[in-house]
């Protein structure tokens, strides 16, 4: 399926390596030149080096944090006018919620929700004079079905959620979309860290906690990061002007639920 985005640029966040890695990677195999951010300079180089080779689009790597305001600044001037933004950042830390500080409650709110909105805000004008936009935010699965010791997450991503609800449904009419992207266990490091978190509090091994939670899974496995990108590039494509306000749960089928 030709997904019509060729010669559209896109800004990737967090994107040397994992989940952002592969929608950036996805998103230039369709011919979207893309602008790739991550803090860590080597990782980033690497990436941006793979894309170009792999895909012959034009990449550009910003160095930077992007949440701060500074960040987000040098990331916006490299790529001023994006068509297309993927917005993504680690994830805060798991744990109990009676050892986090109120300081480790800001930095999640602003790196999983503030941040995000404030991408948003800086280019979703442009798309809609344009009339055309994808934006596509990586949240998490635990926006559907929290998990307890993600507790950061769940209050922090659930807060961007109302928001691109209300928003979703005032840009859709101009051909500017805005969907989220839920996902489950896939195989990055953010999932071995919050596997040996688990691990830990089990009296297990990471290793052994990796095999059991797979085995947990409908599917049997964990996610790859090539389905996550290759799903987010739909996702931007001119097929899904019809799909806004969404959260696209990806989890290999561990989400019960019906609605």
Known sequence: MDLGIAGKTAIVCAASKGLGKGCALALAHEGVAVTISARGQAAL????DEIRSETGVAVRAVVCDVT??????????????PDI??????GPPAGDFREFSLEDWQTAVNANML????????TVDGMLERGFGRIVNITS??????IDELCLSNGARCG???FVAGLSRKTVGRNVTINNLLPGPFDTDRLRSNLAHRAGLMGKSP???????AANNPAGRFGTVDEFGATCAFMCSVHTGFVTGQQIM??????TGTM
């Open 45 to 48: 180089a690497a990436t941006a």
């Open 68 to 81: 701060t305001a500074m960040g987000r600044a040098e990331l916006l001037a490299a790529c001023p006018n």
């Open 85 to 90: 933004l993927i917005n993504n950042a680690g």
């Open 115 to 122: 941040s995000p909105i404030e991408m948003i805000k800086a």
């Open 141 to 146: 699965a635990a926006v559907r079905s929290p």
């Open 160 to 162: 961007l959620t109302g």
């Open 207 to 213: 290793a052994d906690m990796a095999v059991i939670a």
């Open 250 to 255: 990806m989890d290999g089928g561990a989400f």
